[in-house]
């Protein structure tokens, strides 16, 4: 079982910068990969970023050179950090925990977290 809590969202202005961070709580289980993802209301949900536990990292190309993914193992913790952001990049971010539990492999997503880039 995985719970994921998401902070750090909000109202910046173009080429402004925000951080988000997720917690994640395991139980009887643990997590392979973190990331996030975004969704824009009549649109598909898209992934942002994606880090394994091993460090492996995927940008969508859309956010190459702006944003960056971290990982703190240890608390079970992705951040992303957003650069330059721009109003294209208003949507809700969600984050997703893709864990093993009891020897199957699950995936996990978070509320969500709203940002807005306008002026």
């Known amino acids: 079982q995985v719970q994921l809590v998401e902070s750090g969202g909000g109202l910046v202005q173009p080429g402004g910068s925000l951080r988000l961070s997720c917690a994640a709580s395991v139980i009887d289980g643990s997590i392979v990969v973190m990331g996030w993802y975004r969704q824009v209301p009549g649109k598909q949900r898209d992934s942002v970023a994606t880090i394994g536990s091993g460090g492996t990292i995927y940008y969508a190309d859309s956010v190459k050179g702006r944003f960056t993914i971290s990982r703190d193992n240890a608390k079970n913790t992705v951040y992303l950090q957003m650069n330059s952001l721009k109003p294209e990049d208003t949507a809700v971010f969600l984050c997703?925990?893709?864990?093993?539990?009891?020897?199957?492999?699950?995936?996990?997503w978070g509320q969500g977290t709203q940002v807005t880039v306008s002026s």
């Open positions: 997703n925990a893709q864990a093993v539990v009891r020897g199957r492999t699950y995936s996990y």
